[in-house]
């Protein structure tokens, strides 16, 4: 495992908050072992870093009584949402609380007119898109793992179909969130757009947890299409596969999703999920619109593929078929896990602008295998994102440092060719240094705002920023 | 006129300051005071409160080194693009300096493969559509003015096609800018998108010059539509007109533009353009797409219109009626000042969720009637956002008094329907008062994160937070 720094703890100041928020919250507060290791950081090569204990409030009011009890004794307190994060962010380096928002779960309202509906923080996507089905609407962020609304807004989620409806930042209309002092506040109302002040939803989102805890969302809403198709078409190599990508969106195709596998990934796949796709690079696509819209994308598509060595194209509209398609796509990473079992896989996540694209996938898989890594890919090529998946065996401290070079050396890679290390999992305590390569001076003024909202950095601490820890 | 507030002036710092930046700038530091009131407010009914001086950097070290001087002395610092904002963004109510950023005005790459370029403050939205042009591409925002793309981002503001494209908040990949203290950081990079840190773009859009001075852009780009046809449909009544938006915003239609014109507008349209239309409110729209896709929404928009008692709908695809219709729809303001000459027009600038969109503009209409008042009504209603323009005697101090008190309750009105006071010219001197209705203790929040960064208060002083004046 990775060491997370541990950070100096507030012992006193612990004993005594648990003490009050017991009293309060009675049951709804949990400090067993396995509970506590639970929502510490569970995915990915990071330690455990345990909270001191779990609260399990059931409103925004219970929220900011936490908060405020927390600040009075200056112990840290961590949101919590399904922990399905990559980057160690609801680990605790210096202990505190647990903020479990798994039981604020309810849709409040629903405007199905204006397009927009009001959730609790931890209503998942996939139990809000359920709610949502019979009005004939749906919330587009996928990413992939079924995560908690406000968990995603944290983290600035996006995932499969961002190249068309764009990332948490752009369908969230509004926030409450109850902050480092304990007060509630609402950043906006539920206008589509609006000029009034500083755009404090936007500072939230991404902001994991360090500036506030996110109690309700304002979320904007999307019809369900008329049509929605799939496509898959193989490629020869990754480069014509990621041309064929970036012709599409030149173009102005307006694809749903665009996902690009690997050969490695292919192969995952065909194993995994029992397929028979050929095992080359290939892309996975969906259209949404009218019947004829759709159908136009996807001969669009079909041509550009073409022109780029496509072969095997196959576009599927019956709803089983594109399922299991889909299906297949979310479950890359279980599939993934199969070629090496037994194996720990370590997700980067970096986005470069799409010109530099098939440059980055072609330069990440030729430096895996120089350091002789199993590192299948998968991408939201259409936004130039994509994440490769070493495969590492964590008993053997050679190969760990290898895969730590390899994750170093990509995150330079994006940052060179002006892209991000992180297009989407956000930076939480992984990837810290690199936020300082990438942002340079602007986490100065990050640091600012962390110290001016948040003095005694009892919020989330020990993550985004270094200056703060 | 509506008096600004003056705040107190530095005089012993602004003369020390003038005397340093006299030196190092030359020519290009200007104290007339006919330049200088022009670098003041000059729209509306906001009082001109001029700069000291009007400073004019070529590079972004220039506006580091002004900003360095001004920051040493504690001298307001100000920043000006075309001065055509509606709420007294520009003037100078502790004095100091304006920085012209009109000589700043290069567009410095277009990366057409990734649908993005770089620009200097000072290009305006159409030189850089101008540039744009012959490589398929166009950056979609229009506030109407040709305002420069800095300030658009400033104010974040949109116009005729956000419904569409989004506003300046989803067209920013990220800024360059000049902080308080005077160090330049970039906010990110040209990657679609990214999970990494706080936004401090989307902090800088909208903050209207209080927290840097932006120097750099980098925006996202769009292919110009193989087809953009544009339909006119006139309607009985407003109600019916906003039902008819409603229903194709609901049904998913991807307009790019929906426009009202209520009946006053429509008048005023026909004789200051020479236009027929019948003077009944009426719908302007523009569809892109390609050719099959954008006579599809005409055609759905169509049999929507019917439904709600449209008439006259005609479906244009000449560019030159196209831009017949919408030159009318830009000259709106010129045309509705030609109602009452002489008469000065006071826009306002609230945005409704779209399902109270037809109750705010028909208590709009009824409440201007009852105070006597003539306020054509144009509207982006797509997104719920409407402008009426009381036209006010200025000699009149009783009719300035009704129309302050219309803005008022408009403003009052919108924030009662979960809407915002300002959809897209931003908060300025004008609305301040309003921002703490609408975000109550939220506006403590922005003027903590004001304090941290510009603790001395020298960025744009005495615009949208009441706290820090």
């Excluded at 647990?98 to 405007?111: C, E, G, R």
């Excluded at 599939?335 to 330069?363: F, H, M, N, W």
Aim: hydrophobic content about 40%.
């Amino acid at each position: 495992m990775v060491q997370a720094t541990a950070l100096p703890r507030n012992e006193a100041g612990i004993g005594t908050a648990l003490g009050i928020l017991k009293q309060q919250f009675g049951d709804r507060l949990q400090t067993g072992a396995t509970i506590r290791e639970q929502h510490g950081h569970t995915t990915t090569w990071i330690t455990n870093q345990s909270p001191d204990a779990v609260v399990f409030p059931h409103t925004t009011q219970e929220v900011a009584e936490i908060v405020k009890t927390c600040a009075a004794h200056k112990v840290p307190v961590i949101a919590f949402g399904t922990g399905t994060s990559l980057e160690g962010h609801v680990n605790a380096p210096a202990g505190g609380v647990s903020v479990d928002l798994t039981q604020m779960n309810k849709v409040l309202a629903v405007h199905a007119e204006d397009l927009d509906c009001v959730v609790q923080p931890g209503v998942t996507r996939e139990d809000l898109n359920t709610h949502l089905r019979d009005q004939g609407l749906f919330f587009p962020i996928d990413p992939g793992a079924n995560a908690s609304l406000g968990g995603m807004a944290a983290t600035r989620a996006s995932g499969t179909n961002a190249v068309r409806y764009g990332t948490m930042r752009d369908n969230v209309l509004s926030l409450e969130a109850v902050m480092p002092d304990g007060q509630i506040i609402r950043t906006g109302n539920r206008a589509k757009k609006s000029s009034a002040g500083y755009d404090l939803a936007r500072l939230l989102i991404g902001a994991e947890g360090t500036l506030g805890i996110i109690t309700e969302l304002t979320l904007r809403l999307h019809g369900i299409p008329e049509a929605i198709s799939s496509a898959r078409c193989s490629f020869p190599t990754v480069d014509a596969a990621c041309r064929a990508v970036m012709m599409t969106i030149q173009y102005g195709v307006p694809v749903a999703r665009i996902e690009l596998l690997d050969e490695l990934s292919v192969k995952a796949a065909n194993a995994y999920s029992g397929l028979t796709l050929p095992e080359t690079p290939l892309l996975l696509l969906e259209f949404h619109g009218s019947d004829a819209s759709a159908a136009e994308q996807a001969e669009i598509f079909g041509q550009i593929a073409e022109e780029f060595g496509g072969t095997d194209f196959a576009a599927t509209s019956t709803t089983e078929e594109r399922n299991k398609l889909w299906q297949a796509r979310h479950d890359m990473y279980w599939a993934s896990l199969q070629l090496r079992p037994g194996a720990k896989g370590i997700s980067t996540d970096v986005c470069v602008p799409i010109s530099r694209l098939a440059e980055a996938v072609g330069a990440a898989q030729d430096k895996a295998a120089e350091l002789d890594l199993l590192a299948p890919i998968v991408g939201h090529v259409g936004d130039g994102n994509f994440h490769t998946l070493p495969l590492i065996d964590m008993d053997d401290a050679e190969e760990v440092r290898r895969a730590d070079e390899f994750v170093g050396w990509l995150n330079d890679l994006a940052i060179s060719m002006e892209g991000t290390c992180t297009g989407e999992h956000g930076i939480g305590q992984g990837k810290r240094p690199y936020l300082e390569k990438e942002l340079g001076q602007a986490t100065h003024y990050m640091a600012a705002i962390k110290a001016a909202l948040d003095p005694d950095n009892i919020m989330n601490p020990g993550k985004i920023l270094t200056d703060h820890t």
